[in-house]
């Protein structure tokens, strides 16, 4: 995120560049080849087209932020 765009439902609310989204997966584990919906709210500053990346990570606990 940039430019003053922002991710609304990043954890610890509205944030910027290296903003965080948080699943709990409720312990499930996803695993290789399924897929999950996610909903990323982005408050974006202006009616153009942007590019938006994201990188998945995963910890021990099988909780999954999406950075």
Do not use: W, Y
Request: proline share 1%.
């Amino acid at each position: 995120m940039s430019g003053g765009n922002v991710l609304l439902n990043s954890d610890g609310g509205a944030s910027g560049a290296g903003a965080r989204l948080t699943l709990d997966l409720d312990g499930d584990i996803l695993h290789e080849s399924e897929s999950i919906t996610i909903d990323f709210v982005i408050g974006h500053q202006s009616i153009n087209s942007f590019t938006f990346l994201v990188d998945l990570l995963a910890d021990p606990e099988f909780n999954l932020a999406i950075k």
